[in-house]
């Protein structure tokens, strides 16, 4: 289950990035509750999470093919400073009371260049610390702190919003950027396994783009990631409006729904690294369980049940990213990974610029228990998309 974990510099890096992703875990929720509490609109905080991820889908193909280039190291060590800086700019603003919406939208969308570069290049980094046969086991584990960070962040961010206020949660995140500093900086250089860098020539990135094309273990878990990035991975704006306006709750509820949600996705990650199996085969039996479990949110008729449909979307979320990302990793060549692991990030990320306006309004017109059931006819739909092609993407 940690075998990944052996690896010296493996252990070094996912320590500070845990950390790190703690702290961006305590903005996305300041970020949320900010707009909420400027605006009170479902459609403007969609809107302001889509300008925080439409960078990640207008840029991320294009930052694949730097990752590709350019050592990822050096790639990573400019990203997050650049995305500590634009944290400290934004808590300055709430800290001194001149925060505007327009202020949190600009920055949202200075967030999401920076982390259209840096995305891909943390995926793929993966595999150069620690080979390519661990590589299975350190996505899942990489998955999993991604999801503990869940548990945490927005736990500290309830704290600190109840306590000393908004804008210090976006001093809190700025503040974690330099853990994931200091553990690049720690690194055995001897102990990597660097991929050589794509030299530059033209075509290159459509080149990536027919190579992703060409093998069904990698198109089709896009396709499918795609689906459900757009419409069910939405939880930044339907949490907070199920939290607020369908059951009335305070600021906290929202922390706590999306506590449970990472909870439930460090059970699933565990559960996924002791398991070991990829696969579209086992990725659309992940998307019918998500579904599923986005259905039981939906249909939640008090916040107690909804925390508990939480914890099992967490679980199944969890299970469908960490298999969908080592599958696709595992089938695709080192020098194209880049670019393959930026589509990915597209697929999962960028889509939210699309999804989020759609969740937004959608939840403003009906109620956030119908942009819910949206996503889980998304996932049903993704599952529809792998079946088809489930045997013979299993071969990976």
Same mark, same amino acid.
């Given at each position: 289950?940690?075998?990944?974990?052996?690896?010296?510099?493996?252990?070094?890096?996912?320590?500070?990035?845990?950390?790190?992703?703690?702290?961006?875990?305590?903005?996305?929720?300041?970020?949320?509750?900010?707009?909420?509490?400027?605006?009170?609109?479902?459609?403007?905080?969609?809107?302001?999470?889509?300008?925080?991820?439409?960078?990640?889908?207008?840029?991320?193909?294009?930052?694949?093919?730097?990752?590709?280039?350019?050592?990822?190291?050096?790639?990573?060590? &400019?990203?997050?400073?650049?995305?500590?800086?634009?944290?400290?700019?934004?808590?300055?603003?709430?800290?001194? #009371?001149?925060?505007?919406?327009?202020?949190?939208?600009?920055?949202?969308?200075?967030?999401?260049?920076?982390?259209?570069?840096?995305?891909?290049?943390?995926?793929?980094?993966?595999?150069?610390?620690?080979?390519?046969?661990?590589?299975?086991?350190?996505?899942?584990?990489?998955?999993?702190?991604?999801?503990?960070?869940?548990?945490?962040?927005?736990?500290? &961010?309830?704290?600190?919003?109840?306590?000393?206020?908004?804008?210090?949660?976006?001093?809190?995140?700025?503040?974690?950027? #330099?853990?994931?500093?200091?553990?690049?900086?720690?690194?055995?250089?001897?102990?990597?396994?660097?991929?050589?860098?794509?030299?530059?020539?033209?075509?290159?990135?459509?080149?990536?783009?027919?190579?992703?094309?060409?093998?069904?273990?990698?198109?089709?878990?896009?396709?499918?990631?795609?689906?459900?990035?757009?419409?069910?991975?939405?939880?930044?704006?339907?949490?907070?409006?199920?939290?607020?306006?369908?059951?009335?709750?305070?600021?906290?509820?929202?922390?706590?729904?999306?506590?449970?949600?990472?909870?439930?996705?460090?059970?699933?990650?565990?559960?996924?690294?002791?398991?070991?199996?990829?696969?579209?085969?086992?990725?659309?039996?992940?998307?019918?369980?998500?579904?599923?479990?986005?259905?039981?949110?939906?249909?939640?008729?008090?916040?107690?049940?909804?925390?508990?449909?939480?914890?099992?979307?967490?679980?199944?979320?969890?299970?469908?990213?960490?298999?969908?990302?080592?599958?696709?990793?595992?089938?695709?060549?080192?020098?194209?990974?880049?670019?393959?692991?930026?589509?990915?990030?597209?697929?999962?990320? #960028?889509?939210?610029?699309?999804?989020?306006?759609?969740?937004?309004?959608?939840?403003?017109?009906?109620? &956030?228990?119908?942009?819910?059931?949206?996503?889980?006819?998304?996932?049903?739909?993704?599952?529809?998309?792998?079946?088809?092609?489930?045997?013979?993407?299993?071969?990976?």
């Amino acid at each position: 289950m940690f075998t990944a974990l052996s690896v010296p510099n493996f252990r070094r890096y996912v320590a500070g990035q845990s950390l790190s992703l703690i702290g961006t875990w305590v903005e996305t929720v300041a970020q949320a509750l900010l707009v909420l509490r400027l605006t009170h609109s479902g459609t403007l905080l969609g809107l302001t999470t889509a300008a925080r991820y439409a960078p990640l889908l207008l840029l991320s193909p294009y930052a694949g093919l730097m990752v590709d280039r350019f050592p990822k190291r050096r790639v990573l060590l &400019a990203s997050q400073f650049g995305l500590g800086l634009v944290s400290v700019v934004l808590g300055t603003s709430v800290l001194t #009371g001149s925060v505007r919406l327009w202020q949190v939208i600009v920055l949202a969308m200075l967030f999401g260049m920076f982390s259209a570069v840096d995305n891909p290049a943390r995926q793929a980094f993966v595999q150069e610390l620690v080979g390519h046969d661990l590589v299975r086991n350190a996505v899942t584990l990489n998955s999993t702190s991604v999801n503990v960070a869940r548990v945490i962040g927005p736990t500290i &961010a309830a704290v600190l919003v109840s306590t000393v206020g908004i804008g210090w949660c976006f001093m809190a995140n700025a503040a974690s950027f #330099g853990f994931v500093i200091t553990s690049l900086l720690s690194l055995d250089n001897r102990a990597l396994h660097p991929s050589a860098p794509v030299d530059r020539a033209r075509g290159q990135f459509r080149a990536g783009l027919r190579y992703a094309a060409s093998r069904t273990s990698i198109i089709r878990p896009l396709l499918m990631m795609a689906l459900i990035g757009t419409f069910a991975f939405e939880f930044e704006v339907s949490l907070p409006l199920l939290a607020e306006k369908t059951f009335r709750g305070s600021e906290t509820t929202y922390s706590w729904l999306l506590a449970a949600l990472g909870a439930g996705a460090v059970g699933g990650g565990l559960y996924t690294a002791y398991s070991g199996r990829t696969g579209v085969k086992r990725l659309t039996k992940a998307s019918v369980a998500f579904g599923i479990a986005v259905g039981l949110v939906a249909a939640a008729p008090t916040i107690a049940t909804a925390t508990a449909a939480c914890a099992l979307t967490g679980a199944a979320s969890i299970i469908f990213l960490a298999t969908g990302n080592a599958t696709i990793q595992i089938a695709s060549k080192p020098d194209y990974r880049g670019r393959v692991t930026a589509l990915w990030s597209t697929a999962l990320i #960028g889509s939210t610029a699309i999804g989020s306006p759609i969740i937004g309004t959608l939840s403003d017109a009906a109620g &956030a228990r119908y942009a819910l059931l949206l996503g889980t006819a998304a996932c049903l739909c993704a599952a529809a998309v792998g079946s088809r092609f489930g045997r013979v993407s299993n071969l990976v």
